[in-house]
């Protein structure tokens, strides 16, 4: 609903004061609910809590973009696949990207999305991100939630012509991943992150988000728990007693980290989710605006309530706390867990322009810039070259912390190109590796480029042969030689990861993922060190797959109702569908694939969610394996909701634990909507993998069953019917749990007649364990309930023998006595126990 | 189940939030690239959307060209704009007014629409001097200091009289058309 500019109610205005205000700590899109002091802050973000499973949808125009030779579609849909991970690594967040297919611009959508779409775009220009919000500030209602503003649809628009950037690069990677943040709600950062501008970018393919783009989805999206052990820094940045609007602060440790905030328009700030340790606050203005855009800094200003927005207050010097134009003058400020850095205030002086700015390092690997310079004091190099403005062979450069130094007269013109700056480097033998900061001072002013320069141990990896290859079972490997490679290197089949088999520093042999006929991937490996063999390879590895035949898939039911969750089978034919590799969607915000299983090479079986203000109608249904794609145009429809629709509702659980894995013979539970009413447990019908299941319990909408023994584990499909009404969802069957065969101690049974006593070590024997050693932590032992030490776990003939301390708190009585595997718990074993 | 409720109202529109990656083009490359360089006058501003995304279709009068088929008159469409109550802003794209005059670096791609190079690189103001003479300037650009090939690039801005940047233009298109 919108209103009137300005329209506040009494109500609201009144909760306004009430409300906590957004997470601080970064740069997101603000807006102010009021027009003066006190400012509070409400940012830009999609509400989690009205999707399902905290996931925001993104779809991939299904028009293909112009390609350069050797790229494909395919290629360029696993680049932003790819991205779109780079974000759901934030386990400190809540909230996810879902890949739902592909989609005809131009589909109106029923839920929030991320559009990801091809446009004509000029030169100059990369790709642009536009958030559409929604008109009013909302706030949840769970206690400490700060209000937001819903965005209701972000458009990702890619260069429709990718000739002169194939999908293959870092460059397009990265442009996705920073675009993906500015979708979710993320402004510019000027901590050297992927939410930095491109060119004042430090993260690479290898490590695509710093710490700051971390935080900042984490404050945005908070999940509780998800940033403990992080402290707060706050303060205000003042000139001649008067807030500073949008000063960038920033706080930064010795070891690398960078996180930053912008003030508000009092000059307030407060540095959020910053991990305990030693820091180093300083405050710069926003660089000035380039050429024709609105704002400084690339920073969309805060808005007002009238919608007005509340510029920067202009440039002022950069100052470093408790106060100083340079770096020597700052004193650390000390984090600690769970606490907050307060008064950490700065006295600025303004200034009419800025003497030193926007600085960018290179190295030069091999034949192109790598930004920011990566050294290696062995064997690479350890020099960089800079430029930026006001960058001189006369200014000042440092870098903080010790280990790494600028040599002596080591700042000097660049021979190849006089314009840039070249800046030898010196290393100290304790110079780990990790990212560093360099200041750069011209005219008394002071200029920090966090993760200025990586401090790397060896040149980039690099690939020289790619030979195809089968193992002794007729599968397609390739084995890469090359150098630099490790045990964490990781290989890059367009943007798809290959399995490992073997690794040594020449020698990679990857199962390839699959592709399409014919199909030439480009191939690149990333150390975790965050060097890429395309730092170095003047053209890329490729590796040319077979020329196969082709693959298509069916889907059933080709129709489901909105507002239900449901099982769907997708059954390929030749599709060689390979574990992990496969995705699925539905091109429509509101339909999910909730989970999905391989059952073989040909077959899926996904629980999907189709939302209830989901539109009847058709949608495509895309198909990933690998780098393999298919789509059936309008192969799945909606109909309306039918109200006499029996439904389940997943996931399908073990009741004994929680675990989404049921072995044979436990009972699992899901819930059942049964609109008509409450019905008879003796009514309902259970299958599981087509074999009857008992009925244990039915109350409040929760159905409890018994899996059949005998059903083979892997995933099966749960059948529920009531009358004539049926509904179907994925389930998976557990492997059987371990089972104790018997317990000694002192070498000698426990039994009634020789009881075990707190204290004694207790060894139990194990049947039906995994074979081969088990970790400690793989096993759990409980007595009552009681979590127990496990002393140790060794092999025996039929299984595992597990030695625990029974715990000295132990009652006498007979006891409760599982162990648990890998999760899988044994049934109760009478543990008879004297305690004098 | 969390649930929310409005607190308040926040503006008129639905607002968007934005963001662009940019690519420098030195002046040689804004030259050679575009498909017409003129200098002309705004004389009408519209929104609609096509597709996802919002565009301003902004009417010039020209004043002389540079490069290009002759015409009196220019359509461009920039990215961003207000259309059936929703605005949307991307980072960079220039907000034009009616009666501003500028030197646009124009390029069209297959559609045939033309747009302004590299999104606001391409866009020069035209102001007097205080000596009366026409001078062309665009602030310096801060982003992006690597080209297509990831190459390092330094910007300086641009800040020349009017005469100088045609001259410049002039001289480049007949380097490159021999």
């Known amino acids: 609903m919108r209103r009137a500019a300005g329209w506040v109610s009494i109500t609201a205005a009144a909760t306004l004061l009430q409300l906590q205000p957004a997470a601080n700590g970064y740069y997101f899109f603000v807006h102010y609910l009021t027009r003066s002091a006190p400012w509070i802050p409400v940012a830009e973000k999609f509400d989690v809590a009205a999707l399902q499973d905290r996931r925001v949808p993104f779809l991939i125009a299904d028009q293909a973009p112009g390609l350069a030779a050797g790229d494909s579609f395919a290629a360029v849909t696993s680049q932003i696949r790819a991205a779109a991970r780079a974000w759901n690594q934030v386990d400190s967040a809540d909230v996810e990207l879902a890949f739902g297919g592909y989609f005809t611009p131009g589909t109106q959508h029923d839920g929030p999305v991320i559009e990801v779409v091809f446009g004509e775009i000029p030169p100059g220009l990369r790709a642009m991100t536009s958030a559409t919000v929604g008109t009013e500030a909302v706030a949840s209602v769970t206690p400490g939630a700060p209000p937001f503003v819903p965005i209701t649809k972000s458009t990702v628009v890619l260069n429709r012509d990718l000739n002169r950037t194939p999908s293959w690069t870092q460059d397009f990677f990265l442009t996705v991943t920073h675009e993906f943040g500015h979708a979710l709600g993320l402004q510019h950062s000027f901590t050297s992150g992927v939410m930095a501008t491109e060119a004042a970018r430090a993260t690479t393919k290898a490590r695509p988000l710093a710490i700051d783009d971390i935080v900042g989805l984490s404050l945005l999206y908070p999940v509780r728990g998800g940033l403990a052990g992080s402290g707060v820094i706050a303060g205000r940045v003042t000139s001649g007693g008067a807030g500073v609007a949008l000063a960038s602060v920033v706080a930064i440790s010795l070891d690398g980290a960078a996180i930053g905030a912008l003030t508000n328009p009092d000059g307030t700030y407060r540095i959020e989710g910053i991990p305990a340790g030693s820091y180093y606050v300083y405050t710069h203005a926003l660089p000035p605006r380039i050429g024709g855009e609105a704002h400084p800094g690339g920073i969309l200003p805060p808005l007002d309530f009238s919608a007005r927005a509340v510029p920067a207050t202009g440039l002022f010097e950069t100052t470093f706390y408790p106060g100083g134009r340079t770096f020597d003058r700052a004193s650390p400020v000390q984090v600690f867990p769970g606490g907050a850095a307060d008064g950490i205030n700065f006295a600025v002086n303004r200034r009419d322009t800025l003497p030193v700015y926007g600085v960018l390092t290179y190295s030069f690997p091999g034949p192109v810039a790598v930004q920011p310079a990566f050294l290696a004091p062995v064997g690479g190099a350890s020099f960089a070259v800079a430029a930026g403005f006001g960058l001189t062979p006369r200014s000042t450069v440092a870098v903080l912390g010790q280990s790494v130094s600028v040599a002596p007269n080591g700042v000097k013109a660049y021979p190849v190109d006089p314009r840039f700056t070249q800046i030898d480097f010196q290393f100290s033998f304790s110079a780990g590796e990790g990212p560093r900061h360099l200041t750069f001072t011209t005219d008394g002013e002071t200029h920090v480029v966090p993760a200025g320069i990586r401090v790397v141990r060896g040149p980039a990896p690099s690939i020289g042969v790619i030979t195809s290859g089968l193992d002794a079972t007729g599968a397609r490997t390739a084995s890469l030689f090359g150098s630099g490679f490790g045990l964490e290197t990781q290989v890059l089949f367009d943007e798809v990861l290959a399995a490992i088999r073997q690794a040594s520093e020449t020698l990679l042999v990857v199962t390839p993922p699959p592709a399409p006929p014919g199909h030439r991937a480009v191939v690149s490996v990333i150390n975790p060190d965050g060097q890429s063999s395309q730092f170095v390879q003047t053209a890329p590895s490729t590796f040319d797959f077979d020329a196969t035949g082709d693959w298509n898939f069916t889907v059933s039911p080709a129709q489901v109702a909105a507002g239900t969750e449901a099982l769907v089978e997708i059954t390929g034919a030749n599709a060689g569908f390979q574990a992990g590799q496969v995705s699925a969607g539905f091109g429509s915000s509101t339909i999910q694939v909730l989970r999905m299983w391989n059952v073989g090479t040909n077959r899926l079986l996904a629980n999907v969610w189709v939302a209830p203000n989901t539109s009847p109608g058709t949608v495509p249904v895309t198909v990933v394996n690998g780098l393999r794609t298919a789509v059936l145009p309008g192969g799945f429809s909606i109909a309306p909701a039918n109200p006499r629709q029996i439904q389940l509702r997943g996931p399908v659980v073990d009741v004994a634990n929680e675990r989404t894995e049921i072995a044979a013979g436990a009972v699992g539970s899901v819930r059942l909507l049964t609109p008509a009413g409450d019905v008879p447990a003796a009514s309902i019908q259970v299958l599981v993998s087509d074999r009857p299941a008992v009925v244990t319990g039915w109350s409040g909408g929760t159905l409890l069953f018994r899996v059949p023994v005998g059903v083979p584990p892997g995933p099966a499909v749960l059948r529920v019917a009531v009358g004539s009404e049926s509904a179907s969802l994925a389930m998976v069957v557990d492997a059987a749990p371990p089972a104790i065969a018997g317990i000694q101690s002192g070498g000698a049974p426990v039994d009634a007649q020789r009881p075990a006593r707190p204290g004694q070590l207790i060894v139990v024997s194990m049947t039906g364990t995994p074979e081969g050693d088990l970790a400690l932590n793989r096993v759990s032992v409980q007595v009552n309930g009681l979590g127990q030490t496990v002393a140790s776990v060794a092999a025996s003939p039929g299984g595992h023998t597990v030695q625990f301390l029974l715990d000295e708190l132990t009652q006498a009585g007979t006891q409760q006595l599982t162990v648990a595997v890998d999760g899988r718990v044994s049934a109760p074993f009478a543990l008879p126990v004297r305690t004098n | ?178």
Request: with cysteine.
């Open chain 2, 1 to 178: 189940m969390v649930q929310i409720r409005p607190v308040a109202c926040i503006g008129l529109w639905a607002l968007a939030g934005f963001s662009t990656t940019l690519e420098r083009l030195t002046l040689d490359q804004m030259t050679t690239q575009s498909n017409e360089i003129v200098r002309g006058r705004v004389t009408a501003v519209s929104a609609a959307p096509q597709g996802s995304v919002v565009y301003t279709r902004v009417s010039i009068q020209v004043i002389e060209r540079w490069k290009g088929a002759a015409a009196a008159q220019v359509e461009i469409l920039v990215p961003g704009g207000t259309a059936n109550g929703f605005r949307q802003t991307f980072s960079g794209a220039p907000q034009l007014a009616a009666g501003s005059e500028h030197v646009f670096f124009l390029w069209r791609g297959k559609s045939g629409v033309a747009q302004i190079i590299g999104l606001s690189q391409g866009l020069m103001d035209v102001q007097l001097d205080p000596a009366g003479k026409a001078v062309v300037s665009r602030n310096a650009i801060r982003e992006p200091m690597v080209d297509s090939n990831n190459q390092p690039v330094p910007d300086t801005g641009v800040n020349m009289p009017l005469f100088a940047l045609r001259e410049f233009v002039k001289r480049r298109l007949e380097v490159a058309e021999k």
